[in-house]
């Protein structure tokens, strides 16, 4: 059973610092990943999508990356800002399975 | 379109009572998804269908739980009875193949 882990489980930053956000998976067979962003008290909201024969993804000043034979994603926020302080969460899509995995996300706290 | 659609927001209700939450997918997606959170459990998977025909329910977590889709614009989540464990927030999310995930806004659930 594919199983995903992000680390660390809440970030405490200053504004404008850049910053690594990581999530591992244990099973490299994947169809996709994706980064999700969740508000408090709101749904999840996609934010990039690696197709398993890409090596990155870029929105703004994220920059998503994915290296399948170590079982690792990375998301990279530029510049961060308050408005960027949110829950963060990767998801991987088995290739025979029509399912996702979550990992259990990233708390991100940017200070002003 | 106006993306993934639940209903109700907010449902309070006391122990025993019957519980039904209604999801209105993407137009034209075709893979549907019950999720449910919770800060002890984080994201779990309870159902998702393919073409309006269940996949993998195990993620239900007993006979009180039971989902249907009559067609392709339509889910249900039903829990009967109802029980203060069951309270969390559940998710309803939609896509088509190689597509991103989107959720919808939720359904925050109180069982007292």
């Known amino acids: 059973k594919q199983e995903v882990t992000q680390i660390p489980a809440a970030l405490s930053v200053p504004e404008g610092e850049n910053l690594v956000l990581n999530c591992s998976f244990t099973?490299?067979?994947?169809?996709?990943l994706q980064w999700f962003r969740q508000d408090p008290g709101k749904g999840l909201t996609s934010l990039l999508l690696?197709?398993?024969?890409?090596r990155e993804q870029t929105s703004g000043r994220l920059n998503a990356s994915l290296d399948k034979s170590s079982g690792r994603s990375t998301l990279y926020i530029a510049a961060s800002q308050p408005g960027d302080s949110a829950t963060y969460l990767c998801a991987v899509r088995p290739l025979n399975f029509n399912k996702f995995y979550f990992g259990s996300g990233t708390k991100l706290n940017v200070k002003p | 379109d106006a993306g993934v659609i639940q209903s109700p927001r907010h449902e309070v209700t006391e122990m025993g009572q019957e519980v039904t939450l209604r999801c209105k997918p993407i137009?034209?997606?075709?893979?549907l998804f019950w999720y449910r959170q919770t800060m002890m459990r984080g994201l779990e998977l309870l159902i998702y269908f393919n073409n309006n025909v269940p996949i993998d329910d195990s993620g239900m977590p007993e006979d009180r739980f039971s989902a249907k889709m009559p067609n392709a614009s339509f889910s249900t989540l039903k829990i009967q009875p109802s029980e203060p464990r069951d309270s969390a927030v559940y998710f309803c999310?939609?896509?088509?193949?190689?597509?991103?995930?989107?959720f919808g806004s939720g359904t925050q659930l109180s069982v007292l």
């Open positions: 690696i197709q398993s024969s890409q």
């Open positions: 099973d490299s067979a994947i169809y996709n």
């Open positions: 999310a939609s896509t088509i193949w190689d597509e991103k995930l989107f």
């Open positions: 137009s034209g997606h075709n893979s």
